[in-house]
């Protein structure tokens, strides 16, 4: 793993977040995983502000479609699948280039943006899930959500976990069983609220079923790079949200930010879920923890925290409830 990033790394990557998306929702139907529950049993004695239900409307999806495919599932004219060939994977970079610099203001090297998409070397041997709209085309348009994933066989020729550039994650490599990194999550503003995050979600969770991931991982943003602007939100976390020493990834050393800027009775649990982007939200809810430091990332505007999802944290209700079909379905 690097202990800092490139400049066309640090320039391009983002990883599992932006403030803009919509949090996740535990899916009602689609492939049972065993991590896509709330967590019950709390970590501190002292209580919270309740963490907002996720305003998605369920996807129906009728049926689980027989194919070669690890991931199939569609609802209309939408349908969550790998990319399959190059210009599915240009498509993918094509939509992070239009959310990440044109939405979000990040700077692109010149490179990037000439080709006007968003591309490193992480891109070249990960799996790239994709939602798709059929109803616009057969362009590259029709991609409208993407999520990078990145499991521990790939990181290894690829040099590492982008999330070691800004986070010593030695802990969660050493974890046994397959471990899953998530990164440049990325949705049109247009589907936002609509059916294609629950089937992005979907698809993350049959992937994860389907490669028995033991725990998952990645950088999740806030906006802006001032820390103390963010006291409120990064001391909540810090209290309430760090993860077990055992699992607890820190920032690198020579970037590392304290996320501990308020005491705990000074901490207004509402305010703070209030300040968190949805999706480190729902990550909450999904029983994640956030690793010990944050990282300032000027380029993209951004504090970064490191969130990590343990999988037998959760109740095992959806895997039992979809398992059988889920696997005679997925599993190849």
């Known amino acids: 793993m690097t202990s800092s990033r490139s400049s066309e790394q640090r320039t391009s990557a983002r990883a599992m977040t932006k403030s803009t998306e919509v949090a996740p929702r535990v899916p009602h139907t689609g492939v049972g995983s065993r991590w896509f529950t709330r967590r019950t049993r709390p970590r501190s004695a002292e209580p919270k ?9 369920l996807v129906q999806v009728p049926a689980f479609r027989m194919s070669d495919r690890i991931i199939d599932i569609r609802s209309g004219p939408l349908q969550v699948r790998l990319a399959e060939s190059d210009a599915d994977i240009d498509a993918a970079q094509a939509l992070r280039y239009k959310i990440f610099y044109e939405k979000l203001g990040a700077q692109p090297l010149p490179e990037l943006a000439r080709r006007r998409r968003d591309a490193d070397h992480f891109d070249d041997g990960c799996d790239h899930l994709l939602v798709l709209d059929h109803s616009r085309g057969v ?4 991609v409208v959500g993407t999520y990078r994933l990145i499991r521990r066989d790939v990181a290894a020729h690829l040099g590492g976990f982008y999330s070691a550039n800004e986070f010593d994650i030695s802990p969660l490599v050493v974890h046994p069983g397959e471990i899953l990194e998530l990164g440049r999550s990325c949705v049109d503003p247009a589907y936002r609220q609509r ?3 629950q089937l992005l979600w979907s698809g993350i969770a049959a992937y994860v079923f389907h490669y028995n991931i033991a725990l998952m991982f990645g950088c999740a943003s806030l906006p802006g790079t001032d820390p103390d602007a963010l006291a409120m939100p990064l001391s909540y976390l810090h ?3 760090r993860a077990p020493p055992a699992l607890r990834p820190r920032a690198r050393a020579e970037r590392y930010v304290d996320m501990c800027r308020l ?3 000074a901490v207004d649990a509402t305010r703070a879920v209030a300040a968190l982007p949805p999706l480190i939200k729902g990550y909450l809810r999904l029983g994640g923890f956030v690793g010990d430091g944050a990282v300032v990332d000027e380029q993209f505007n951004t504090v970064d925290v490191c969130i990590l ?4 944290l959760v109740a095992e209700k959806y895997s039992r409830h979809y398992g059988r079909q889920a696997k005679e379905t997925w599993t190849t």
Do not use: E, G, S
Not at 309 to 312: P, Y
């Open 49 to 57: 502000a309740k963490l907002p239900n996720a305003t998605l409307p």
């Open 139 to 142: 362009d590259a348009d029709i």
């Open 195 to 197: 059916a294609a995050m």
């Open 239 to 241: 209290h309430h949200y």
């Open 263 to 265: 005491d705990r009775c």
């Open 309 to 312: 999802v343990k999988t037998d």
